[in-house]
């Protein structure tokens, strides 16, 4: 901890001999571009976009029409000019929609016996890389540990091991660091190793036929019940089938797996334990997973909304503001008989501030590098509109210099800190820093790295985009110590639940403070020829 904080410090002075922030605007005139940023109108924004009218915004559906002809409509008003397809604000994303219906339970066989059935949903969720009406899988089941091959650990699950269509049952999450090895996978730090997405990527690269992730609340880090919302009645992927297609992606309760490692002499315990120790190899289960299933698949186009305020100098190159406005939709009744995933925190308080970040734009002088705002479509189901916007950008990736994403904003009250997820990667951090202190504010250490992989931030990572994404502080002013922890941990039941839902009474001080942060930065980034670098030995920084 010690050692990584001097590198840190040493990295930052490093930082501050290469950039020297110019003030290259009149003050006057950004005082009067954040006094734009006004506590009204991201209410109005956040409740609009959150109501029940919006029907819980999912792509594709009526919601979403609504929600983006709202967004354009502010754009406009913002004074940014479309920046999507055919002179409009909008970037259509052509999507494709799986629903399960399975045949049967999911069947594990040993020697032609069944050893144990798992119910839809209740025990495992299933899906699909293909677009097939029928998907019948029959398997040998091969326990992969974490399913990682990472030579830059030296951590190799699959040395020697055959997993060519094979179903991988997988932990997610990465092996814990030992007393030996406290670097180990960056410590707390959950790596991209330890994403899921990466084990479908990984099984894919090695020939898998399908992967099996285990669920425990410890290494997902949310419970069952958001993967059963975000896909378990109908799961959502941009129209191309990815190289190596998985005929199964599934994930299981750890009560579910618990009682398949009974039946094989083991607990899940001693798989995690077996999984974590260095040397770890496949191997085999000695058992056969069979499912039948029906898909209805559909297809149809999730939208995003781009609008931008061209560069006066150097229109060429860009900074990109995102923040989500899909939701999770219409589901099933909750006890209270809402059906509706308002999606207010997720993210109508993001796109707000957005919104309100994109006025000011207005109303300052051009800025000399292109700015684009991206409300952008999918993010639930794994940022996809983003990654479509990546492969379809306004400015190229390589010409885009910054992106600064917004996302489940702080609607707890002013706060005395900030933090910026994943600026502690790049050279984002200094304008971070600055941005944050001309506000009275102080930047708070990421206390969740691992947040950095769920928001739309990583898309534009992974096209080596130096990204940040604005996360909420610790600290509140004339509030106890905890109070953070509370308040959050209070709202955080709601969190892809129907009960995530506008509130009047939600202060809008915090929203407003991060929409002037990230006001302060973009616009400082947007006024300086410096090419932005992520930090040495970031793996981001590899692609650019
Ligand atoms: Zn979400």
Do not use: C
């Not at 915004?57 to 000019?81: D, F, S, W």
């Not at 425990?216 to 378990?232: C, I, K, R, W």
């Not at 781009?306 to 406005?325: C, F």
Request: charged share 20%.
């Amino acid at each position: 901890m010690q050692f990584r904080f001097l590198r840190f410090v040493a990295l930052f002075v490093g930082v501050l001999f290469i950039y020297r922030p110019v003030l290259v605007y009149s003050q006057g005139n950004v005082e009067a571009a954040l006094a734009s940023i006004d506590s009204v109108l991201i209410r109005t924004h956040l409740a609009t976009l959150s109501d029940d009218r919006m029907e819980g915004r999912a792509p594709g559906t009526r919601g979403e029409q609504l929600a983006v002809a709202y967004i354009a409509e502010e754009m406009k008003k913002a004074g940014l000019k479309p920046a999507g397809e055919n002179g409009t604000f909008f970037q259509a994303v052509p999507l494709r929609a799986a629903s399960p219906r399975p045949r049967g339970p999911l069947a594990f066989r040993r020697s032609g016996e069944t050893l144990l059935e798992l119910a839809y949903m209740n025990d495992f969720i299933a899906g699909t890389d293909l677009e097939s009406e029928r998907v019948s899988t029959t398997g040998e089941l091969v326990f992969v540990g974490f399913g990682i091959d990472a030579p830059d650990y030296n951590w190799n699950d699959f040395e020697g091991v055959d997993v060519s269509g094979k179903i991988l049952v997988s932990f997610v999450n990465d092996p814990p660091a030992t007393p030996e090895e406290p670097g180990l996978f960056q410590g707390d730090t959950l790596t991209y190793y330890g994403r899921w997405t990466y084990k479908y990527e990984e099984a894919r690269r090695k020939g898998a036929r399908g992967v099996l992730l285990i669920h425990t609340d410890e290494t997902a880090g949310y419970p069952f019940s958001v993967l059963q919302n975000s896909m378990g009645y109908r799961q959502i992927q941009l129209v191309d089938v990815p190289e190596g297609a998985l005929e199964f992606t599934g994930w299981m309760t750890r009560d579910a797996a618990q009682r398949l490692a009974e039946q094989l002499g083991s607990n899940v315990e001693e798989w995690y334990q077996e999984a974590s120790r260095r040397g770890f190899r496949a191997r085999p289960l000695g058992v056969e997973m069979a499912f039948d299933v029906d898909y209805v698949n559909e297809r149809f186009d999730g939208i995003n909304v781009l609008g931008k305020i061209e560069g006066r100098v150097r229109p060429e190159e860009g900074i990109v503001y995102s923040a989500h406005h899909d939701h999770l939709g219409v589901g099933l009744p909750d006890s209270t008989g809402d059906r509706i995933y308002n999606g207010a925190l997720d993210n109508a308080s993001g796109v707000a501030m957005m919104l309100a970040v994109a006025k000011a734009f207005g109303a300052a002088s051009a800025p000399e590098r292109t700015v684009i705002f991206a409300s952008v479509t999918a993010e639930e189901s794994g940022l996809l509109g983003a990654e479509y916007y990546v492969r379809k950008p306004v400015t190229p990736a390589e010409k885009t210099i910054a992106n600064i994403n917004l996302d489940s904003g702080n609607i707890f009250g002013t706060a005395k800190d900030i933090i910026g997820n994943g600026a502690e990667r790049s050279e984002i951090m200094t304008y971070l820093q600055e941005a944050a202190a001309a506000e009275g504010m102080t930047v708070t250490p990421n206390t969740n790295p691992g947040g950095f992989y769920r928001s739309d931030q990583l898309a534009f990572a992974r096209a080596g985009i130096p990204a940040v994404y604005i996360n909420t502080g610790r600290s509140f002013l004339n509030q106890p110590d905890d109070y953070f922890s509370k308040a959050a941990g209070a709202y955080g039941r709601f969190y892809h639940q129907q009960g995530d839902e506008f509130d009047p009474t939600w202060p809008m001080s915090g929203l407003v403070q991060q929409a002037r942060v990230a006001f302060r930065m973009g616009y400082q980034i947007a006024n300086t020829d410096h090419i932005l670098q992520w930090n040495p030995g970031e793996a981001f920084g590899a692609v650019r």
